[in-house]
């Protein structure tokens, strides 16, 4: 087989500066006439930078440190190619690069940690972690995906690819393009930070990339409340024996009015969750799904006579459980039903005017 010329040339991707001021160090392998580009998942003050040598000038700290990591790549890259020189068989400057790095197939990447803690993530649903958790990994991933399809028209990236740039205009991607709000975005920076925590945690990533981004401020609005007037629209609604489910959804939501429960923690609760006082008053003691802290409320007449109508000794929970997509589009229903103009959700139920 004839011997192609091989190269590798380090230069600073300059436009690429993190806050410090650094700039990443990146790599060029030429066999032939092939070429592969590569990051080196280092930084360097660009000062310091010696083109012509590829190292950094001077013996300070940096310099001496980072020079050492160069020299073991430059091993490693060179290494790569004698392998490959050794099985006599055609090969490019890409091949040299996956020998290098290690091929895809292999190498731990950006989406492949995502979807390996999200499968983490779904075993523990009902131990320590609630379902509605896994929707927002999968949400964050599939926005992930597409826009790494459409930066770098590739279906993954490796954490050396990432830089303070890519979480700044993956920021403008969930906004801009897809229309998204801004508390969605903080779900999506939040879960992309902490699965770059977990890749410098395990070593899949030499540097801890994003830890120093700010996730943007919370919206902060006051919930609308329930007037007495609707409330009493909802509550003194006939509602046809035929549409079991939306009066199941409508006594749900009266029991949220009459206890402050949300609808996580009224299908859950059971007849264990309610306890006699000394005065022999009854109370609801139970610790809610959103933070696990411990509720108490005592129960009013209104909030008992839901409770035995629905009594079953077949079924662990006291209220039937309604799937939530359901229970949103019964809600709309009953706003029609009831001929409230304002907008009826269940988590409305909890904020009630204060003469109520």
């Not at 599939?142 to 490796?158: M, P, V």
């Not at 508390?183 to 992309?192: G, M, N, P």
């Not at 489910?245 to 609760?269: K, M, Q």
Request: hydrophobic letters at 35%; one cysteine or more; a positive charge.
């Amino acid at each position: 087989m004839k011997q192609e010329k091989f190269k590798v040339l380090l230069y600073l991707k300059k436009s690429s500066p993190d806050k410090s001021g650094k700039t990443p160090i990146m790599g060029r392998i030429t066999v032939g006439r092939s070429m592969s580009q590569f990051s080196c998942k280092l930084s360097c003050t660009p000062s310091l930078w010696n083109p012509r040598e590829s190292r950094l000038n001077g013996k300070s700290r940096e310099a001496v440190t980072t020079n050492t990591k160069l020299d073991k790549l430059l091993l490693a890259v060179n290494g790569a190619y004698d392998s490959l020189i050794e099985r006599k068989q055609a090969f490019t400057a890409e091949d040299v690069k996956n020998q290098f790095q290690g091929s895809v197939n292999t190498q731990m990447t950006l989406l492949r940690l995502f979807d390996r803690l999200t499968d983490e993530l779904k075993v523990r649903v009902g131990i320590d972690r609630a379902a509605g958790t896994v929707p927002t990994y999968t949400y964050t991933r599939r926005a992930l995906a597409e826009f790494i399809k459409k930066k770098f028209n590739a279906s993954d990236l490796a954490f050396g690819g990432l830089n303070e740039q890519f979480i700044r205009e993956f920021q403008d991607f969930v906004l801009l393009d897809k229309g998204l709000a801004m508390d969605t975005l903080r779900h999506y920076l939040a879960l992309l930070k902490k699965v770059c925590r977990v890749a410098y945690k395990e070593g899949h990533s030499e540097k801890l990339y994003f830890s120093h981004y700010k996730l943007p401020k919370q919206k902060e609005s006051t919930p609308k409340a329930l007037s007495r007037e609707d409330f009493e629209k909802i509550r003194d609604l006939e509602i046809p024996e035929k549409r079991i489910s939306h009066i199941i959804t409508r006594d749900l939501f009266l029991f949220a009015c009459y206890t402050g429960t949300s609808y996580a923690d009224t299908v859950s609760i059971t007849r264990e969750n309610i306890i006699k006082d000394d005065a022999g008053s009854l109370w609801l003691k139970y610790r809610r799904k959103k933070n696990e802290m411990l509720a108490r409320v005592k129960l009013l007449p209104e909030a008992l006579v839901l409770i035995e109508k629905y009594r079953d000794p077949m079924r662990e929970t006291l209220f039937p459980k309604q799937d939530y997509h359901t229970l949103r589009a019964n809600m709309k229903g009953l706003r029609v039903l009831s001929g409230m103009t304002e907008d009826l959700v269940y988590h409305a139920g909890r904020h009630k005017i204060s003469s109520f």
